[in-house]
């Protein structure tokens, strides 16, 4: 994939520690794992943001011309995606391209739109459309706080984000990585590709992904097996990427998605086990037949489930998936009695 940016974005510029980080995650190390701090603007502080001062002391804002305030704002940080950078290629999978403001046709035309979703249950919220074979979807931080519009052209393999006038920097960048997630989904679902929503924690060179229902324990689980098992490490903590090498080898992938947890780390390995959990307050494992852990797999993916021919596509995966690779329920509690108990039956 490819982000391009038009004026006046740019890409803001890495401090030394940060340059460092990304380099020790693009050759697959582990930097051990650190949460993203509650009060940072990217987990929606909106007043602060309002400010424009994202990451700045007001004295430090103070003190800057109207042109490094107008820079600054306008820095977009994608440091999450630095690890997994490659050499410009003719001919990217997809490319994105970041725009400020609507376009006046694209807002003259929404009473045509059809609306197809709506993830409106918690902020931040977005609506999907179709128009013209254009897929779109738009963001609000509020109800009434509208940040930006994506769109993807037909076949989806160029896209588009519009960022409203005066919205803050990092909410342009969270919404822009939002976007470039939905593209990735819809472009590589014919690819034998999924993202799960888990966390998979390596051990012995073969990765495990947990996963489950949102506040079953995914992450917990994950840091239990770093706590008590030697010679694990966390690959990613939200949304791996499986594939099937050339070879039929069920493969996980790090990737730039991995939720609060600042683990973006260029790294793969075969998958040995999916262990779906549930909290019980008995810890106990079972294997499941291959239609239960197809059931089970295909709810984890992170997909666009409206969309037919995606999970038309997707269908195959799950099932290649579901009938090579081992899959367990564990019923659990978080401690180290449920990290033995999932170990002696998964390795």
């Known amino acids: 994939m490819k982000v391009v940016l038009e004026e006046p974005w740019t890409f803001a510029e890495l401090s030394p520690r940060q340059k460092e980080q990304v380099e020790r995650l693009r050759a697959g190390e582990d930097i051990g794992v650190e949460s993203v701090p509650a009060d940072r603007p990217e987990q929606l502080g909106v007043n602060e943001s309002l400010m424009g001062k994202d990451h700045m002391t007001k004295e430090r804002w103070d003190t800057l011309s109207a042109e490094e305030k107008d820079a600054f704002r306008h820095a977009l940080d994608m440091q999450q995606y630095a690890p997994f950078q490659v050499d410009d290629v003719d001919d990217p999978l997809f490319t994105l391209t970041v725009h400020l403001g609507i376009p006046e046709e694209l807002e003259a035309s929404r009473p045509q739109w059809k609306q197809v979703t709506a993830v409106d249950e918690l902020p931040p919220y977005y609506y999907g459309y179709t128009h013209c074979g254009r897929t779109i979807y738009e963001y609000l931080l509020e109800k009434d706080y509208p940040v930006g519009l994506f ?5 989806c393999s160029r896209g588009h984000y519009y960022a409203r006038e005066r919205v803050p920097r990092s909410c342009t ?3 822009v990585n939002t976007s470039l997630m939905i593209q990735y989904t819809f472009m590589t679902a014919p690819l034998q590709t999924l993202l799960l929503h888990a966390s998979v924690t390596r051990y012995k060179g073969k990765a495990n992904l947990f996963f489950g229902v949102s506040g079953t324990g995914k992450s917990t689980h994950s840091r239990l097996w770093h706590e008590y098992v030697p010679e694990s490490d966390l690959m990613n903590d939200d949304n791996p990427v499986i594939r099937f090498s050339k070879e039929g080898e069920c493969m996980v992938y790090g990737s ?3 939720g609060k947890t600042l683990c973006y780390r260029n790294v793969k390995a075969p998958v040995n086990a999916l262990v779906r959990l549930e909290q019980s307050p008995v810890n106990e494992i079972t294997r499941l037949a291959p239609l239960s852990a197809y059931a089970s797999v295909i709810a984890a993916v992170s997909t666009i489930r409206w969309n037919h021919g995606i999970m038309d596509a997707l269908v ?21 009695e449920a990290v033995e108990v999932c170990k002696n039956a998964i390795i």
């Open 173 to 175: 960048a969270l919404q």
């Open 316 to 336: 195959p995966t799950v099932e290649r998936v579901a009938m090579n690779v081992p899959c367990f329920k564990l019923c659990c509690r978080p401690d180290k």
């Open 256 to 258: 730039p998605w991995s």
């Open 151 to 155: 769109v993807m052209e037909a076949g």
